[in-house]
C-alpha cells in the first residue's frame, strides 16, 4: 500500500514537471508572437504611410477640398452680381496687364506698332486728376496701358531730355474714297495699321509696295491701300515722331512746347540746319511734305477728330493757341479733337516744309542752300512742268501721293482742297512749300492748306521738326 502510495506520488510530480514546462514555452511563443503584432501595429500606425498620416492626409484633403468650393461659390456668387450689374461674368481677380515693348515693333493687344522710344525719350500721358484736378503730362512706360489707344484718339506722346513734347505717327496704309480722291469734298479716310516694317496690315491683309514706275494712277493700288510713303527715312520706318507744337527759340535752339510763342523770321536753309542739329541720334529733321500728310490723314480717320481741325487765330502766335496751359481748353485745335493730337497744323503761323520744286530758280540755293543739298530722305522734290505754273506744276506731280496736295485738291491755285483749304502750288520764283496757313488765313486756312513761297524769313512763317527713331 505504502509503495503504491509512493509510485503514485512519483507520477505526479513527473507529470506536474512535464506540464510546467509547456507552459514556460507557450508563454514565450506568446510574448514573441504579441511583440511582433504590436511591432505591425505600431508600424501601420505610426509609420509615414500609416493610419494616422494618412487620416491627417484624408483631413487637409477635406479642408482644401472645402476652402476650394468656397472660392468656387464666391466666384459663382460674383460672377451672378457682376452680370445682374451689367459687369460681366468671370473672376473678381483681374489679369495683369502684359508690359509693352517701346521700340517700334506690333503690339497685338493695341492693334499699331508700339512708340519707339529714342534714346533720352520718355513716355508721357494726359492724367486728368493731375495738378489738382486741372490735369497735367505724367510720365509713364510701357506697362501702363493707359499710355496710348488710337481707337480711342489717343495718340501716343513723349518727350526729349529737354522737355520737348512729340507725338507718335504709327506706319499705316491708306485709302481715300472716290467721293474725296482729287476732289474739294472732304471725306473720311480709310486707314491700316501696318505691322512693323512688314506689308502685312493688322487685319491681316498684304499690300503691295507703291511703285512709280509701273502704277500712274491712283485707283490702280492693289487692294484700293497704299502704305503712306512718310514711313520711310532712308529704310522703312515704324513710325515717326512729330513735334506736338510749332518749334519755339530757346536761346538759339528748338524747343517744341506749348504757349509760347513760335518761332519765325528764319530762311528755309536755317530751318533745315537748325532741325538736323537738333538731335542727330534720333534722326531729327525739318518736316517733309509727306510727314504733313501723313499727319493729316491719321486726323481725317476714325482715329483722328475725323473733322475740320480748328483754327489756332492767337495773333501773337502762341502754339497750342494761347499762352501757358491754353492749349488744354483747345482740344478742338489738335488733330485728335482733344490734348493727345498735334497741335498748330491749322492757323498759328504758316510752316515751312522740307519740299520744293525742282525748277533751278535762284531762290532755290539763295534761302535753301542746305535743304537743296541735303540728303534725299530729309526732303520732298517735285517735278517742273516743261511750261512752268501753278496749274502745269500740279499736274505734273499728280503722281505724288501722301502728301494731302493732288489728292485732297482740285487744283493748283484757288479754294480747292478739302474744307475750301487753299491751294497754291510751288513755282518760278516761289518754288518752296508751306502748309496750314497763318492765324488770319480764315477759311482759307488748315490741315489741306498748300502755299509757296520764297524760302526768305517771315515774321508769320515757321516750322516744325520730326524725329524718325530706328
Given at each position: 500500500m505504502e509503495k503504491t502510495f509512493l509510485l503514485q506520488k512519483d507520477n505526479r510530480k513527473a507529470y506536474c514537471k512535464k506540464t510546467?514546462?509547456?507552459?514556460?514555452?507557450?508563454?514565450?511563443?506568446?510574448?514573441?508572437v504579441l511583440l511582433i503584432l504590436a511591432g505591425i501595429t505600431i508600424s501601420l500606425?505610426?509609420?509615414?504611410?500609416?493610419?494616422?498620416?494618412?487620416?491627417?492626409?484624408?483631413?487637409?484633403?477635406?479642408?482644401e477640398a472645402v476652402i476650394n468650393e468656397q472660392t468656387q461659390m464666391n466666384d459663382v456668387t460674383a460672377?451672378?452680381?457682376?452680370?445682374?450689374?451689367?459687369?460681366?461674368?468671370?473672376?473678381?481677380?483681374p489679369e495683369p496687364e502684359p508690359e509693352l515693348p517701346s521700340d517700334g515693333s506690333y503690339s497685338e493687344s493695341?492693334?499699331?506698332?508700339?512708340?519707339?522710344?529714342?534714346?533720352?525719350?520718355?513716355?508721357?500721358?494726359?492724367d486728368e486728376t493731375a495738378n489738382g484736378g486741372a490735369g497735367d503730362w505724367v510720365e509713364t512706360d510701357g506697362s501702363d496701358s493707359d499710355?496710348?489707344?488710337?481707337?480711342?484718339?489717343?495718340?501716343?506722346?513723349?518727350?526729349?531730355?529737354?522737355?520737348?513734347?512729340?507725338?507718335?505717327?504709327?506706319?499705316?496704309?491708306?485709302?481715300?474714297?472716290?467721293?474725296?480722291?482729287?476732289?474739294?469734298?472732304?471725306?473720311?479716310?480709310?486707314?491700316?495699321?501696318?505691322?512693323?516694317?512688314?506689308?502685312?496690315?493688322?487685319?491681316g491683309q498684304t499690300i503691295v509696295e507703291y511703285n512709280d514706275s509701273t502704277t500712274t494712277n491712283y485707283t490702280q493700288f492693289p487692294n484700293?491701300?497704299?502704305?503712306?510713303?512718310?514711313?520711310?527715312?532712308?529704310?522703312?520706318?515704324?513710325?515717326?515722331?512729330?513735334?506736338?507744337?510749332?518749334?519755339?527759340?530757346?536761346?538759339?535752339?528748338?524747343?517744341?512746347?506749348?504757349?509760347?510763342?513760335?518761332?519765325?523770321?528764319?530762311?528755309?536753309?536755317?530751318?533745315?540746319?537748325?532741325?538736323?542739329?537738333?538731335?542727330?541720334?534720333?534722326?531729327?529733321?525739318?518736316?517733309?511734305?509727306?510727314?504733313?500728310?501723313?499727319?493729316?490723314?491719321?486726323?481725317?480717320?476714325?482715329?483722328?477728330?475725323?473733322?475740320?481741325?480748328?483754327?489756332?487765330?492767337?495773333?501773337?502766335?502762341?502754339?497750342?493757341?494761347?499762352?501757358?496751359?491754353?492749349?488744354?481748353?483747345?482740344?478742338?485745335?489738335?488733330?485728335?479733337?482733344?490734348?493727345?493730337g498735334v497741335y498748330d497744323m491749322s492757323g498759328g503761323a504758316w510752316e515751312y516744309v522740307a519740299a520744293y520744286v525742282d525748277n533751278g530758280n535762284g531762290n532755290l540755293t539763295s534761302y535753301g542752300?542746305?535743304?537743296?543739298?541735303?540728303?534725299?530722305?530729309?526732303?520732298?522734290?517735285?517735278?517742273?512742268?516743261?511750261s512752268e505754273n501753278q496749274t502745269n506744276n500740279y499736274n505734273a506731280n499728280a503722281g505724288v501721293y501722301g502728301?494731302?496736295?493732288?489728292?485732297?485738291?482740285?487744283?493748283?491755285?484757288?479754294?480747292?482742297?478739302?474744307y475750301s483749304d487753299s491751294s497754291s502750288f510751288p513755282h518760278t520764283s516761289l518754288p518752296f512749300f508751306y502748309r496750314g496757313a497763318y492765324f488770319g488765313g480764315g477759311s482759307s486756312a488748315g490741315v489741306f492748306y498748300f502755299e509757296c513761297y520764297y524760302g526768305v524769313s517771315n515774321s508769320s512763317v515757321s516750322f516744325r521738326p520730326v524725329l524718325a527713331t530706328i
Open positions: 510546467q514546462g509547456i507552459t514556460l514555452i507557450a508563454l514565450v511563443v506568446t510574448i514573441v500606425v505610426f509609420s509615414e504611410n500609416g493610419i494616422i498620416a494618412k487620416a491627417r492626409e484624408a483631413a487637409d484633403k477635406t479642408k460672377a451672378m452680381e457682376n452680370m445682374l450689374n451689367g459687369i460681366g461674368g468671370g473672376s473678381t481677380t493695341k492693334g499699331v506698332n508700339t512708340p519707339n522710344l529714342g534714346e533720352g525719350m520718355t513716355a508721357i500721358k494726359w499710355w496710348y489707344d488710337y481707337s480711342a484718339k489717343k495718340w501716343a506722346n513723349a518727350k526729349t531730355t529737354d522737355g520737348s513734347m512729340w507725338v507718335w505717327i504709327p506706319r499705316y496704309a491708306y485709302n481715300i474714297p472716290s467721293t474725296g480722291y482729287h476732289t474739294s469734298t472732304a471725306t473720311e479716310i480709310s486707314i491700316e495699321f501696318m505691322k512693323g516694317t512688314s506689308n502685312e496690315t493688322a487685319t484700293g491701300y497704299v502704305i503712306h510713303p512718310a514711313f520711310n527715312y532712308g529704310q522703312p520706318v515704324s513710325g515717326i515722331w512729330v513735334a506736338k507744337f510749332e518749334a519755339s527759340n530757346s536761346n538759339g535752339k528748338i524747343m517744341v512746347q506749348p504757349g509760347v510763342q513760335s518761332w519765325r523770321s528764319i530762311t528755309v536753309d536755317s530751318i533745315y540746319t537748325n532741325c538736323l542739329n537738333y538731335n542727330k541720334t534720333l534722326n531729327s529733321h525739318m518736316m517733309k511734305n509727306d510727314e504733313w500728310g501723313a499727319v493729316a490723314y491719321l486726323s481725317r480717320s476714325k482715329y483722328g477728330k475725323n473733322d475740320e481741325v480748328t483754327i489756332n487765330s492767337n495773333s501773337s502766335y502762341y502754339t497750342g493757341g494761347g499762352s501757358g496751359n491754353t492749349y488744354v481748353n483747345n482740344g478742338a485745335q489738335s488733330t485728335t479733337g482733344n490734348v493727345w542752300k542746305s535743304l537743296v543739298n541735303g540728303d534725299p530722305k530729309t526732303k520732298n522734290v517735285y517735278s517742273k512742268a516743261s502728301d494731302a496736295v493732288y489728292e485732297t485738291s482740285t487744283s493748283g491755285s484757288g479754294a480747292t482742297s478739302w
